[in-house]
């Protein structure tokens, strides 16, 4: 990640001990990932204005369900784990850009 293009960082606790987010900001767009606990379950990005948002399928407890109900109500919408790791490399390609 080039450090220089970073406008700033912030970690927020959304409620409950497993339930954080850290936002990654960018002149041209930035990133917002969730973790329950230190795992990583969702994420958004905005690049020139295009907002893109994805979150996983539940492989783990009750209590990481419940900040991905939180994230994404809709269990349709939500990712698979090759799905899910597509779409956060293709995330980090652009924070690395």
Do not use: C
């Not at 339930?19 to 930035?30: F, L, S, V």
């Not at 690049?47 to 109500?73: D, F, M, V």
Request: charged residues 25%; aromatic residues 12%; positive net charge.
């Amino acid at each position: 990640m080039k450090i220089n293009d970073i406008t700033e960082i912030k970690h927020f606790n959304l409620g409950a001990i497993n339930q954080n987010k850290i936002i990654i900001q960018r002149a041209n767009g930035g990133a917002i990932l969730y973790f329950s606990y230190n795992t990583l379950v969702g994420i958004e990005w905005s690049q020139n204005g295009y907002n893109r948002k994805y979150i996983s399928h539940n492989y783990w407890t009750k209590t990481t369900g419940k900040l991905l109900n939180k994230l994404e109500p809709d269990k349709d919408k939500r990712k698979n784990a090759e799905n899910f790791k597509m779409a956060t490399d293709a995330m980090f390609a652009f924070l690395n850009s």
